[in-house]
C-alpha cells in the first residue's frame, strides 16, 4: 500500500511539475509514506481553495481541505497563540486523493482539474 501511495505522489509531483506549487517534502535519510499528497499553492496565484474544491466536486473528485489552523478551533481561539505560517498556509492548500486503487485516468483528471484552476487564476 505505501509502494502504491508513493507511486500517486510521484505522478502527482510529476504532472504539476510545471505548476508553481509545493507539495510534501521527502527530507535526506527518511522515507515519506505519503498518506495524504498535499498540494501547497504559491502566494501570488491567489488561488482560492474553495472555487478548487467546488470545481473538484463537480468533477466528482474528491479533494480535501487541509489542516485548519489550530489556532481557529475552538477549545485554542482564545490562547493568545499567534500562528501567522499556519493561517497563511492553511488556505493555499489542498489535499489530493489517494486512495490505493485510484487509477491513472483519475489521477490525470485530478491535475487537469487542478491546472485548469491554476491557469484560470494565473
Known amino acids: 500500500?505505501?509502494?502504491?501511495?508513493?507511486?500517486?505522489?510521484?505522478?502527482?509531483?510529476?504532472?504539476?511539475?510545471?505548476?508553481?506549487?509545493?507539495?510534501?517534502?521527502?527530507?535526506?535519510?527518511?522515507v515519506n509514506g505519503f498518506w495524504m499528497p498535499t498540494v501547497v499553492f504559491a502566494p501570488?496565484?491567489?488561488?482560492?481553495r474553495d472555487l478548487l474544491l467546488q470545481d473538484m466536486q463537480r468533477e466528482e473528485i474528491d479533494g480535501r481541505v487541509f489542516f485548519w489552523p489550530l489556532s481557529m478551533l475552538p477549545p485554542f481561539q482564545n490562547?493568545?497563540?499567534?500562528t501567522p505560517?499556519?493561517?497563511?498556509?492553511?488556505?493555499?492548500?489542498?489535499?489530493?486523493?489517494?486512495y490505493h486503487d485510484i487509477t491513472d485516468s483519475d489521477l490525470r483528471r485530478v491535475v487537469a482539474?487542478?491546472?485548469?484552476?491554476?491557469?484560470?487564476?494565473a
Not at 490562547?79 to 499567534?82: K, N
Request: proline share 6%.
Open 79 to 82: 490562547s493568545g497563540a499567534q
Open 85 to 98: 505560517i499556519a493561517h497563511d498556509v492553511s488556505p493555499r492548500a489542498l489535499n489530493l486523493p489517494s
Open 44 to 48: 501570488h496565484l491567489k488561488v482560492s
Open 1 to 30: 500500500m505505501i509502494a502504491r501511495k508513493r507511486d500517486v505522489f510521484a505522478f502527482y509531483a510529476r504532472e504539476m511539475a510545471n505548476l508553481d506549487v509545493a507539495m510534501n517534502p521527502e527530507r535526506p535519510g527518511s
Open 113 to 121: 482539474v487542478v491546472s485548469r484552476h491554476c491557469t484560470r487564476i
